[in-house]
Structures are given as structure tokens and as C-alpha cells.
């Protein structure tokens, strides 16, 4: 899988700083993720939290540049388009889970998770539910961060189809006008 990501970082067509920056983010969170599986500490659970975040956040971005590159319009970009929306998801969910290990009892929850996997599991769900401004109500925040970062994820989980999908399809619709 580190691999994949690491496949993509060429994508960035940006100098090498910003690409080892991309690679150094990869193995650092594949490498923080992985011992804090096996030596579960605090400390690196917060840590790979955050660097989740970021390294999905960086995939966010590549995904975003590469569809909307110069060329035609084509279905792997609108493709692209939806694996970046998720991507999001996936970023919030993790920076979620940041917020409940930096502040236990940030979010309320009917059922309280067992475990750090359940953990990772209902916050996903929060996150996506939250994005798609669907909101269930069966996770709360409580804490004011972590509310704020609920309506920013809710804004911005409108605001990209209606924005970022809609200048696609504008562009597709353009290219083919000029055909």
C-alpha cells in the first residue's frame, strides 16, 4: 500500500522538495500507524491520527490536481472527483479521531467504543454522515473544536459537489461546445 501512495507522489509536477515532503509524510505516517498497532501508546495514537490527516489531505490534493489538468474531460477524472470527496471523508474521520485521543470525550457516543478500532470505526461513520450532512445524531461533539470541525466538514461536504464538481462538468460541457 505505501508503495501506491508513493507511486503517486510523481504526480504533484512540483519541484523535489515538495515531492520528498510527500514521500518523508508517507512512510512517516505508514511507520507511525504500524508501530502504534503493535506498541499502542497514547502518544502514537495521536500522533498517527495526525499524520493520517495530513497524508490524506496530500492525496486530496494530488487526486484534485490531476483532475483538473489540462485535456479532455474524461471519466477517470469525474472518478477522481469522487475518490477526492472520500478522501475527505477519510481526512476528517481521522482528524476526528485526533481531536477524541487529544481530548477524551470530545464526542458523545450512544454506545461508547470498546476499543481504538471501534473508535476509528464510528468516527468514520460521524465523519461521512457529517459530510453528506445526513447526521443521524447517535455521535455528538461536545467539545467546541470538535463541533467547529463538524460544520466546517458539513460546509465543505456541500460546497464540493456543488463547486469543485460542478467547474468539471462546466469544463466538459465547454470542451465539447468547442468541438
Known amino acids: 500500500m505505501v508503495t501506491l501512495m ?4 510523481p504526480a504533484i509536477h512540483r519541484g523535489r522538495v515538495a515531492k520528498a515532503l510527500v514521500i518523508i509524510a508517507i512512510f512517516a505516517s505508514a511507520s507511525v500507524l504500524t508501530t502504534a498497532r503493535f506498541h ?7 500522533l498517527g491520527s495526525f499524520l493520517a ?6 492525496y486530496c490534493r494530488i487526486v484534485l490536481l490531476l483532475m483538473f489538468r489540462q485535456g479532455p474531460i474524461t471519466w477517470s477524472r469525474i472518478q ?3 475518490c477526492a470527496y472520500l478522501l475527505l471523508g477519510m481526512a ?7 481531536v477524541e485521543y487529544v481530548h477524551t470525550g470530545a464526542f458523545h457516543f450512544v454506545s461508547a467504543p470498546a476499543n481504538i478500532d471501534e473508535l476509528s470505526s ?6 461521512f454522515s457529517t459530510l453528506t450532512t445526513v ?8 467539545a467546541i473544536y470538535a463541533r467547529s470541525f ?30
Open 6 to 9: 508513493i507511486s503517486g507522489s
Open 150 to 179: 463538524a460544520i466546517a466538514e458539513a460546509i465543505v461536504g456541500q460546497l464540493y459537489p456543488a463547486v469543485l464538481m460542478g467547474a468539471l462538468v462546466a469544463t466538459a460541457l465547454q470542451s465539447r461546445s468547442k468541438s
Open 53 to 58: 490527516t495530513v497524508t490524506l489531505l496530500l
Open 135 to 142: 447526521g443521524f445524531g447517535d455521535v455528538t461533539p461536545l
Open 92 to 98: 476528517w474521520a481521522s482528524g476526528f479521531e485526533f
Open 80 to 82: 477522481g472527483g469522487v
Open 40 to 46: 499502542p501508546t497514547p502518544f502514537l495514537h495521536q
Open 122 to 127: 464510528k468516527l468514520t461513520y460521524f465523519s
